[in-house]
């Protein structure tokens, strides 16, 4: 079975015992992005393990969950990890060779993502949005993440909703609230631009087309107007680290 097949495999049986999870990460974006996946095939990029966020309400009910598909904890016998990442808890599944992380309530990596009242954004994933926000939380992002974030980019329309679309919205006002998120997602999103010629994978058109959406993305987030926490915090600026360090879990 394909990763993305045994993702499907765990959202119908959550949903057949009424329990909500959502589908995150690069599984995610492929299970969005059906015209325009092909192009993370052609470099390579591939689905290694699932991410999925639920609410930690549901916590005892999504590991009765797991150990009914076969599941079993990570060995360190952590089964909530409360670190640096935030509240998780890891599986392994023994003869499929399949890691499942699933998280709680909030994102917890470089800054913070709270999914309290943003889990029935989509009915499979979390919002596109929030898929945005995933990757572009990371201080240190790397290649696949950028890729990543373009083939969403490439096939979804900006807007102020959450249907199909990546809320920009949503996203800016977020943002405006938090400084070093903002700072970190905007640095993001100027490397993506900054990439965009180095693929060449992309057509001329398919680089315009996700270089006008960052244009408009960071327009939006420019334009809404700012917190007084976040002015205050802006005056102080990479002098003092406006991230965290995350500390990944061996598994």
Not at 1 to 29: F, H, P, V, Y
Not at 119 to 127: E, F, V
Not at 136 to 162: A, C, F, P
């Amino acid at each position: 079975m394909t990763i993305l097949g045994e993702g499907k495999r765990i959202l119908d049986a959550a949903t057949e015992k009424q329990i909500t999870i959502r589908l995150m990460g690069a599984s995610a974006i492929v299970t969005h992005s059906p015209h325009y996946a092909y192009l993370l095939k052609e470099v390579g990029r591939k689905l290694t393990d699932l991410d999925f966020m639920g609410n930690s309400k549901d916590f005892d009910k999504v590991r009765q969950l797991m150990q009914s598909l076969g599941y079993q904890t990570m060995r360190t016998g952590m089964m909530l990890a409360s670190t640096s990442v935030g509240e998780r808890s890891i599986y392994d599944h023994p003869t499929r060779h399949i890691h499942v992380d699933v998280f709680f309530d909030k994102l917890k990596m470089c800054h913070t993502i709270d999914f309290r009242k943003r889990l029935n954004a989509d009915p499979i994933t979390i919002s596109l949005a929030d898929i945005l926000l995933e990757k572009m939380q990371i201080v240190r992002i790397n290649e696949k993440d950028i890729l990543d974030t373009i083939v969403l980019l490439s096939e979804h329309e900006l807007g102020n909703h959450d249907t199909d679309t990546v809320n920009a919205d949503y996203i800016s006002r977020l943002l405006s609230e938090n400084w070093g998120f903002y700072y970190t997602t905007t640095m993001n999103l100027n490397k993506i631009k900054e990439r965009l010629p180095k693929y060449p994978r992309l057509s001329e058109e398919n680089i315009e087309n996700v270089r006008t959406k960052v244009d408009g993305l960071l327009q939006a987030i420019e334009s809404r107007p700012k917190s007084s926490s976040w002015k205050i915090r802006a005056r102080i600026g990479t002098r003092k680290q406006w991230y965290e360090e995350v500390e990944e879990i061996v598994r």
